[in-house]
């Protein structure tokens, strides 16, 4: 079955961090450029971050600027998000995907390039 698998998220303080990790079974990660997803209630999903296939290019969400990072290990086949500074409009449910048309995807990718969406993980972030 080909899918993602998002862990890690969790209740967090504002000014606290989190790390998510997403996992994928049926398909390896090295021929796809993936991005996070996130998606808070009653707002539509908008991108977080993307990375291209080999991990060399990233780009970001305007709001995930100089607070997240998004790597990828293609040896574990998982793609990571690292959150700092959350505050709570970080609060959503983050997903990732990959991209089946570019191995190097940026932010004005469009949503309907991505597949393989997981079920997401929760970030809540409150004090």
């Known amino acids: 079955q080909v899918q993602f698998v998002e862990s890690g998220g969790g209740l967090v303080q504002p000014g606290g961090s989190l790390s998510l990790s997403c996992s994928a079974s049926?398909?390896?990660?090295?021929?796809?450029?993936i991005g996070w997803f996130r998606q808070a209630p009653g707002k539509e999903r908008e991108g977080v971050a993307c990375?291209?296939?080999?991990?060399?290019?990233?780009d970001y969400a305007d709001s995930a600027k100089g607070r997240f990072t998004i790597s990828i290990d293609n040896a574990k086949n998982t793609v990571y998000l690292q959150m700092n500074n959350l505050t709570p409009e970080d609060t959503a449910v983050y997903y990732c995907?990959?991209?089946?048309?570019?191995?190097?995807?940026?932010?004005?990718?469009?949503?309907?390039?991505?597949?393989?969406w997981g079920q997401g993980t929760q970030v809540t972030v409150s004090s």
């Open positions: 995907a990959a991209n089946l048309m570019r191995t190097r995807p940026t932010m004005a990718s469009p949503q309907h390039e991505y597949a393989y």
């Open positions: 049926g398909f390896f990660l090295q021929y796809y450029g």
């Open positions: 990375i291209s296939s080999n991990g060399g290019s990233t």
